[in-house]
């Protein structure tokens, strides 16, 4: 297996060398893969509107795998407001990459952390009922709808972004969201807003039409705004969750945090092969970058995802997962989910502790 490292900017570099400490002990164990690392920024930024290096490009479409840290404002320039409207940003490799891949399929699991004891912001008995997964589009709507841009004269600009969805894209997100359903409890809920908007409409007629391939599987709706609400009032009553890319995106960060930190979150970004993109769900984060207290655990479990999706390495997976359970029930903590009783480490005590774990 060929794996391309990129670790990107702001925390990215430090959590990546975490996950990839985790893999080497992996590897000193019998796990056989090549790894390469390469960069997110460079050249082609001016001649085709990306971030992403040829060289880059070129290993992330022969790689297996790709396992992918963080990226945003560069991490020296934490004062500077970054240039939001700039027709290239360094997120745009990112968007890039999920695209030219056609990794479409954006798995977010979450679950209740016993061993994190009170770490979530959810009433006791609400966080130990936390056991589902975001499956998130990520090939389309208004992150990549046309039209798009601001346009007119200063004072009179107008901005626009286009929610799109065509019926093949959102039966492929359907059918995975289904797909995954049948591994776990059999019950999957859509979530649109298909009382405002026609695209929405048409995401859940589409949703409810793959439905009738899956009678084993008990679908229901719900509107975006509702679908927050009911996540905090009975988190129980959820178990894979599909929706577009926006709302997948927003919906995501709640569910993370429900867990404790957005910092534990992974997510594995899949297409049609065994090939997956994987990557935490958080940010570059550069106000903390630099300073050894990111959490790393959300990055190592992206790298569990790709050892169970891209490597169909459940032992290895497991190994992983469970190695991070030991650490956590052993008190080690850091400071986004610190509490009393827990023993304060940074990310590279953390990454340590993992792999001697293993
Ligand atoms: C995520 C992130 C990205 C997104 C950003 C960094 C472009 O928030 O993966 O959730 O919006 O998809
Ligand atoms: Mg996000």
Known sequence: MKIAILPGNGIGPEIMQQAVKVLNELRSNGLRFEAQEASLRGERIEALGTTMPFATHALVKEADAILFGAIGASSTAVSEEPDL???????????EMRRDLGLYANMRPVKYIPELGNASPLRADLAAQLDLVVVRELNADIYFGEPRGVTGAPGARTGINTMRYEEHEIERIAHAAFRLARQRRRKLCSIDKANVLET??????VVTRVGRDYPDVELSHLYVDAAAMMLLRDPGRFDVI???NLFGDILSDQTA???????LSPSASLGEGGKGLYEPIHGSAPDIAGKDIANPLGMILSAAMMLRHSFGDETAAGRVENAVRKVLSGGLRTADVMQEGGRLVGTQAMGDAVAAEI
Do not use: D, F, N
Request: hydrophobic share 55%; glycine share 12%.
């Open 85 to 95: 409207l700039a027709p290239v940003r360094p997120k745009s490799a990112l968007l």
């Open 200 to 205: 929405m409409a048409l995401w859940r007629e």
């Open 242 to 244: 599909v929706t577009g």
């Open 257 to 263: 945090m429900m867990m404790g930190s957005i910092g």
